[in-house]
Protein backbone atom coordinates (compact mmCIF):
# COMPACT_ATOMS: atom_id res chain seq x y z
CA UNK A 1 0.00 0.00 0.00
CA UNK A 2 1.26 3.43 -1.24
CA UNK A 3 1.90 6.24 1.74
CA UNK A 4 1.63 9.53 0.92
CA UNK A 5 4.04 11.45 2.99
CA UNK A 6 2.83 13.87 5.66
CA UNK A 7 2.02 17.23 4.23
CA UNK A 8 4.69 20.21 4.49
CA UNK A 9 3.12 23.71 5.36
CA UNK A 10 5.75 25.64 2.86
CA UNK A 11 2.68 27.25 1.00
CA UNK A 12 0.28 27.64 3.97
CA UNK A 13 2.42 29.64 5.76
CA UNK A 14 4.24 32.02 3.12
CA UNK A 15 0.70 32.94 2.44
CA UNK A 16 0.34 33.82 6.07
CA UNK A 17 3.33 35.44 5.87
CA UNK A 18 1.96 37.44 3.37
CA UNK A 19 -0.90 38.94 5.00
CA UNK A 20 -0.58 41.76 7.31
CA UNK A 21 -4.75 42.24 8.73
CA UNK A 22 -3.69 44.26 11.56
CA UNK A 23 -2.24 46.70 9.20
CA UNK A 24 1.09 46.11 11.36
CA UNK A 25 3.71 47.04 8.99
CA UNK A 26 4.52 50.61 10.32
CA UNK A 27 3.68 49.66 13.39
CA UNK A 28 5.91 46.97 14.09
CA UNK A 29 8.67 48.21 11.89
CA UNK A 30 9.67 50.46 15.32
CA UNK A 31 9.58 48.30 17.54
CA UNK A 32 13.32 46.97 17.81
CA UNK A 33 13.63 50.47 19.12
CA UNK A 34 10.89 50.24 21.49
CA UNK A 35 12.99 47.50 23.00
CA UNK A 36 16.21 49.33 22.78
CA UNK A 37 15.15 51.79 24.88
CA UNK A 38 12.56 49.45 27.00
CA UNK A 39 9.74 51.75 26.21
CA UNK A 40 6.67 50.15 28.20
CA UNK A 41 4.35 52.57 27.42
CA UNK A 42 5.48 52.60 23.97
CA UNK A 43 4.82 48.79 23.96
CA UNK A 44 1.54 48.81 25.41
CA UNK A 45 0.19 51.38 23.15
CA UNK A 46 1.17 49.29 20.17
CA UNK A 47 -0.35 46.38 21.36
CA UNK A 48 -3.45 48.25 22.13
CA UNK A 49 -3.55 49.51 18.57
CA UNK A 50 -2.96 46.12 17.44
CA UNK A 51 -5.69 44.23 19.76
CA UNK A 52 -8.37 46.75 18.76
CA UNK A 53 -7.78 46.36 14.92
CA UNK A 54 -8.00 42.43 15.69
CA UNK A 55 -11.84 42.01 16.73
CA UNK A 56 -12.26 42.20 12.93
CA UNK A 57 -10.28 39.07 12.16
CA UNK A 58 -12.25 36.21 12.12
CA UNK A 59 -10.96 33.41 9.72
CA UNK A 60 -7.92 31.05 10.95
CA UNK A 61 -5.12 32.57 8.18
CA UNK A 62 -5.70 35.92 9.16
CA UNK A 63 -5.93 35.28 12.84
CA UNK A 64 -2.37 33.26 12.33
CA UNK A 65 -0.80 36.90 11.24
CA UNK A 66 -2.47 38.54 13.57
CA UNK A 67 -1.29 35.93 16.94
CA UNK A 68 2.26 36.78 15.22
CA UNK A 69 1.98 40.52 14.94
CA UNK A 70 0.15 41.25 18.87
CA UNK A 71 2.14 37.80 19.81
CA UNK A 72 5.36 39.59 19.43
CA UNK A 73 4.37 43.16 20.89
CA UNK A 74 2.90 41.20 23.78
CA UNK A 75 6.17 38.96 24.37
CA UNK A 76 8.57 42.64 24.12
CA UNK A 77 6.03 43.71 26.60
CA UNK A 78 5.90 40.97 28.97
CA UNK A 79 10.10 41.15 28.90
CA UNK A 80 9.70 43.93 30.54
CA UNK A 81 7.10 42.96 33.24
CA UNK A 82 9.07 39.21 34.39
CA UNK A 83 5.76 37.44 35.74
CA UNK A 84 2.79 39.81 34.84
CA UNK A 85 0.36 38.92 31.82
CA UNK A 86 -0.52 41.41 29.61
CA UNK A 87 -3.18 43.68 30.12
CA UNK A 88 -6.92 41.93 30.03
CA UNK A 89 -8.15 43.32 26.89
CA UNK A 90 -4.74 42.26 25.29
CA UNK A 91 -5.20 38.68 27.37
CA UNK A 92 -8.46 38.23 25.46
CA UNK A 93 -7.81 39.16 22.02
CA UNK A 94 -4.56 36.57 21.97
CA UNK A 95 -7.03 33.59 23.55
CA UNK A 96 -10.19 34.62 21.53
CA UNK A 97 -7.38 34.34 18.16
CA UNK A 98 -5.70 31.44 19.57
CA UNK A 99 -9.08 29.74 20.27
CA UNK A 100 -9.55 30.75 16.13
CA UNK A 101 -6.40 28.95 14.58
CA UNK A 102 -6.13 26.16 17.34
CA UNK A 103 -2.72 27.15 17.90
CA UNK A 104 -0.76 28.34 21.34
CA UNK A 105 -2.78 31.94 22.23
CA UNK A 106 0.74 34.23 21.74
CA UNK A 107 3.27 34.56 19.35
CA UNK A 108 5.03 30.64 17.97
CA UNK A 109 7.85 28.99 15.94
CA UNK A 110 6.12 29.13 12.95
CA UNK A 111 4.74 32.60 13.70
CA UNK A 112 8.41 33.82 14.36
CA UNK A 113 10.08 32.32 11.08
CA UNK A 114 8.35 30.37 8.69
CA UNK A 115 4.98 32.78 8.88
CA UNK A 116 7.52 35.86 9.13
CA UNK A 117 7.61 38.02 6.46
CA UNK A 118 11.03 38.40 4.70
CA UNK A 119 13.09 41.71 4.01
CA UNK A 120 11.81 45.40 4.99
CA UNK A 121 8.51 43.26 6.87
CA UNK A 122 10.47 41.08 8.43
CA UNK A 123 9.24 41.37 12.41
CA UNK A 124 12.07 41.35 14.90
CA UNK A 125 12.96 42.31 18.31
CA UNK A 126 16.23 43.57 18.35
CA UNK A 127 16.55 44.52 14.28
CA UNK A 128 19.90 42.99 14.32
CA UNK A 129 21.75 40.64 12.00
CA UNK A 130 22.74 37.71 14.12
CA UNK A 131 18.29 37.96 14.61
CA UNK A 132 17.90 37.92 11.28
CA UNK A 133 19.73 34.72 10.40
CA UNK A 134 18.56 33.43 13.41
CA UNK A 135 14.99 33.83 12.05
CA UNK A 136 16.23 32.62 8.41
CA UNK A 137 18.20 29.77 9.99
CA UNK A 138 14.82 28.27 11.88
CA UNK A 139 12.73 28.79 8.93
CA UNK A 140 14.37 26.98 6.27
CA UNK A 141 15.48 24.02 9.13
CA UNK A 142 11.69 23.74 9.91
CA UNK A 143 10.70 23.44 6.55
CA UNK A 144 13.67 20.76 5.38
CA UNK A 145 12.52 18.82 9.01
CA UNK A 146 8.96 18.60 8.03
CA UNK A 147 10.23 17.44 4.73
CA UNK A 148 12.20 14.65 6.74
CA UNK A 149 8.99 14.10 8.23
CA UNK A 150 7.40 13.16 5.59
CA UNK A 151 10.03 10.70 4.21
CA UNK A 152 9.43 9.22 8.05
CA UNK A 153 5.92 8.36 7.44
CA UNK A 154 6.96 6.70 4.20
CA UNK A 155 9.69 4.58 6.38
CA UNK A 156 7.67 3.39 8.85
CA UNK A 157 4.58 2.20 7.06
CA UNK A 158 7.28 0.71 4.09
CA UNK A 159 9.07 -1.13 7.15
CA UNK A 160 5.50 -2.58 8.56
CA UNK A 161 4.83 -3.69 5.23
CA UNK A 162 8.04 -5.14 4.52
CA UNK A 163 8.76 -3.44 1.41
CA UNK A 164 12.38 -3.20 2.33
CA UNK A 165 13.48 -1.45 -1.35
CA UNK A 166 11.23 1.34 -0.15
CA UNK A 167 12.18 1.47 3.63
CA UNK A 168 16.02 1.91 2.60
CA UNK A 169 15.52 4.79 0.35
CA UNK A 170 12.98 6.47 2.52
CA UNK A 171 15.58 6.00 5.05
CA UNK A 172 18.30 7.73 3.39
CA UNK A 173 15.89 10.34 1.92
CA UNK A 174 15.04 11.14 6.15
CA UNK A 175 18.36 11.01 6.36
CA UNK A 176 19.55 13.64 3.57
CA UNK A 177 17.09 15.73 4.90
CA UNK A 178 18.58 15.90 8.85
CA UNK A 179 22.05 16.35 7.22
CA UNK A 180 20.88 19.28 5.41
CA UNK A 181 19.06 20.94 8.45
CA UNK A 182 22.34 20.17 10.77
CA UNK A 183 24.58 22.11 8.13
CA UNK A 184 21.56 25.15 8.01
CA UNK A 185 22.28 24.51 12.63
CA UNK A 186 26.32 25.04 11.79
CA UNK A 187 25.43 27.95 9.57
CA UNK A 188 23.18 29.66 12.27
CA UNK A 189 25.95 29.13 14.97
CA UNK A 190 28.92 30.21 13.32
CA UNK A 191 27.00 33.56 12.66
CA UNK A 192 25.32 33.94 16.59
CA UNK A 193 27.07 33.34 19.97
CA UNK A 194 25.70 31.44 22.46
CA UNK A 195 26.24 34.74 24.49
CA UNK A 196 24.22 36.94 21.83
CA UNK A 197 21.31 34.40 22.06
CA UNK A 198 21.64 34.14 25.88
CA UNK A 199 22.20 37.62 26.54
CA UNK A 200 20.65 39.42 23.87
CA UNK A 201 17.44 37.28 22.29
CA UNK A 202 16.72 35.04 24.80
CA UNK A 203 15.47 37.83 27.21
CA UNK A 204 12.44 38.12 24.56
CA UNK A 205 11.62 34.69 24.70
CA UNK A 206 9.47 34.93 27.76
CA UNK A 207 6.46 32.65 29.02
CA UNK A 208 3.23 34.38 28.77
CA UNK A 209 0.22 33.89 31.76
CA UNK A 210 -2.81 33.76 29.84
CA UNK A 211 -6.33 32.06 30.90
CA UNK A 212 -4.94 30.32 34.17
CA UNK A 213 -2.29 28.58 32.08
CA UNK A 214 1.48 29.79 31.54
CA UNK A 215 1.87 29.28 27.58
CA UNK A 216 5.61 28.71 26.32
CA UNK A 217 7.95 31.12 23.83
CA UNK A 218 8.62 29.74 20.77
CA UNK A 219 11.64 27.45 21.07
CA UNK A 220 14.27 24.79 19.09
CA UNK A 221 12.13 22.36 21.20
CA UNK A 222 8.96 23.26 19.17
CA UNK A 223 10.67 22.15 15.88
CA UNK A 224 9.89 18.95 13.93
CA UNK A 225 12.83 16.93 14.87
CA UNK A 226 10.82 16.35 18.04
CA UNK A 227 8.06 14.43 15.37
CA UNK A 228 11.24 12.74 14.08
CA UNK A 229 12.26 11.61 17.68
CA UNK A 230 9.04 9.87 18.13
CA UNK A 231 8.68 8.63 15.21
CA UNK A 232 11.88 6.63 15.32
CA UNK A 233 12.92 5.66 18.92
CA UNK A 234 9.17 5.83 21.05
CA UNK A 235 9.43 2.39 23.50
CA UNK A 236 12.76 1.00 22.28
CA UNK A 237 13.57 -1.14 25.34
CA UNK A 238 17.51 -0.53 23.87
CA UNK A 239 17.18 3.52 25.17
CA UNK A 240 14.81 2.55 28.34
CA UNK A 241 17.05 5.28 30.32
CA UNK A 242 16.25 7.96 27.84
CA UNK A 243 12.48 6.25 26.93
CA UNK A 244 11.30 8.86 29.41
CA UNK A 245 13.40 11.60 28.60
CA UNK A 246 11.48 11.59 24.99
CA UNK A 247 8.10 10.92 26.61
CA UNK A 248 8.26 13.69 28.91
CA UNK A 249 9.64 16.29 26.44
CA UNK A 250 7.27 15.35 23.79
CA UNK A 251 4.38 15.30 26.35
CA UNK A 252 5.64 18.91 27.29
CA UNK A 253 5.65 20.20 23.72
CA UNK A 254 2.55 18.72 22.27
CA UNK A 255 0.65 21.82 22.45
CA UNK A 256 2.84 23.59 20.41
CA UNK A 257 3.22 21.44 17.94
CA UNK A 258 1.36 21.67 14.27
CA UNK A 259 -2.47 19.77 14.57
CA UNK A 260 -0.65 17.04 11.78
CA UNK A 261 2.14 16.49 14.26
CA UNK A 262 0.20 16.52 16.89
CA UNK A 263 -1.57 13.43 15.75
CA UNK A 264 1.57 12.00 14.50
CA UNK A 265 3.89 12.13 18.12
CA UNK A 266 0.30 11.62 19.88
CA UNK A 267 -0.68 8.18 18.09
CA UNK A 268 2.81 7.04 18.37
CA UNK A 269 3.98 7.70 22.08
CA UNK A 270 1.91 5.00 23.69
CA UNK A 271 3.64 2.37 21.34
CA UNK A 272 7.19 1.51 20.06
CA UNK A 273 8.48 3.71 17.33
CA UNK A 274 10.25 2.58 14.29
CA UNK A 275 13.48 1.64 15.38
CA UNK A 276 12.10 -0.64 18.41
CA UNK A 277 9.81 -2.38 15.97
CA UNK A 278 12.60 -3.00 13.61
CA UNK A 279 14.48 -4.18 16.63
CA UNK A 280 11.80 -6.39 17.53
CA UNK A 281 12.29 -8.54 14.38
CA UNK A 282 14.24 -11.13 14.01
CA UNK A 283 17.55 -10.41 12.03
CA UNK A 284 16.83 -11.78 8.60
CA UNK A 285 19.78 -11.44 6.22
CA UNK A 286 17.27 -9.50 4.04
CA UNK A 287 16.83 -6.69 6.12
CA UNK A 288 20.82 -6.44 6.79
CA UNK A 289 20.75 -3.31 4.19
CA UNK A 290 17.33 -1.71 6.06
CA UNK A 291 18.68 -2.15 9.19
CA UNK A 292 22.25 -0.43 7.90
CA UNK A 293 20.07 2.69 6.72
CA UNK A 294 18.47 3.24 9.83
CA UNK A 295 21.61 2.76 11.91
CA UNK A 296 23.32 5.12 9.85
CA UNK A 297 19.90 7.51 9.89
CA UNK A 298 20.57 7.55 13.57
CA UNK A 299 24.27 8.36 13.51
CA UNK A 300 22.86 11.04 10.93
CA UNK A 301 20.58 12.58 14.44
CA UNK A 302 24.00 12.30 16.49
CA UNK A 303 26.18 14.41 14.35
CA UNK A 304 23.62 17.35 15.26
CA UNK A 305 22.84 16.37 18.87
CA UNK A 306 26.37 16.75 20.02
CA UNK A 307 27.55 19.93 19.06
CA UNK A 308 23.64 20.87 20.06
CA UNK A 309 24.38 20.13 23.19
CA UNK A 310 27.71 22.33 23.25
CA UNK A 311 25.80 24.95 21.84
CA UNK A 312 23.47 24.83 24.84
CA UNK A 313 25.80 24.52 27.31
CA UNK A 314 27.90 27.80 26.22
CA UNK A 315 24.53 29.69 26.50
CA UNK A 316 23.32 28.21 29.45
CA UNK A 317 26.86 29.64 31.44
CA UNK A 318 26.81 32.60 29.57
CA UNK A 319 23.36 33.48 31.11
CA UNK A 320 23.70 31.96 34.70
CA UNK A 321 27.16 30.75 35.23
CA UNK A 322 29.45 27.76 35.17
CA UNK A 323 26.98 26.03 38.01
CA UNK A 324 24.10 26.82 36.09
CA UNK A 325 20.74 24.84 37.35
CA UNK A 326 17.58 25.06 38.26
CA UNK A 327 14.81 25.14 35.13
CA UNK A 328 17.64 25.12 32.17
CA UNK A 329 19.19 22.14 32.30
CA UNK A 330 21.50 20.29 29.84
CA UNK A 331 20.12 16.36 30.85
CA UNK A 332 17.49 16.36 29.08
CA UNK A 333 19.59 17.20 26.06
CA UNK A 334 21.99 14.30 27.51
CA UNK A 335 19.21 11.94 27.90
CA UNK A 336 18.08 12.27 24.66
CA UNK A 337 21.93 11.35 23.18
CA UNK A 338 21.65 8.28 25.21
CA UNK A 339 18.03 7.52 23.37
CA UNK A 340 19.49 8.00 20.15
CA UNK A 341 22.47 5.88 20.75
CA UNK A 342 21.20 3.17 22.13
CA UNK A 343 18.56 2.70 19.76
CA UNK A 344 21.30 3.05 16.90
CA UNK A 345 23.02 0.24 18.55
CA UNK A 346 20.40 -2.24 18.78
CA UNK A 347 20.29 -2.38 15.32
CA UNK A 348 24.47 -1.86 14.42
CA UNK A 349 26.55 -1.06 16.86
CA UNK A 350 28.37 2.69 16.22
CA UNK A 351 31.63 3.08 14.84
CA UNK A 352 33.59 4.20 18.32
CA UNK A 353 34.65 7.43 16.19
CA UNK A 354 30.54 8.28 16.25
CA UNK A 355 30.10 6.93 20.20
CA UNK A 356 31.48 9.83 21.42
CA UNK A 357 31.35 13.91 21.37
Avoid at 47 to 69: I, K, N, S, Y
Avoid at 85 to 100: F, I, K, T
Avoid at 182 to 209: C, K, N, Y
Wanted: net charge negative; hydrophobic share 45%; charged share 25%.
Amino acid sequence: MAVTPAPTHTEADAAVAALDPLGADALLAGLPALNRDGDAAGLQHRADQLTERAGDVHDPDPARAALRDLGIVAASWCRLHPGRPPADRVAAELLRLGALTGEPPRDSLPSYTTRNPAGGRRRTFTGTPEEELFIAGLATGARVLDEAVGHCVVLGAAVDEGRHRDAVAAARATGEAFAAFTRLFHSVRRGMTGRFFAEELRPFFPPIDLGGASWQAPSGAHLPILTLDVLLYAGSAAAEPGTGTLTAHATDALPYLRPDHRELVSARLGGPGLIARLAARPAAEAEAPLRAAVADLTRAFLRFRYPHRKLARDALEARLGPSADGPYRIEPLEGLIELVRAAGDSLAPCPDGERRP
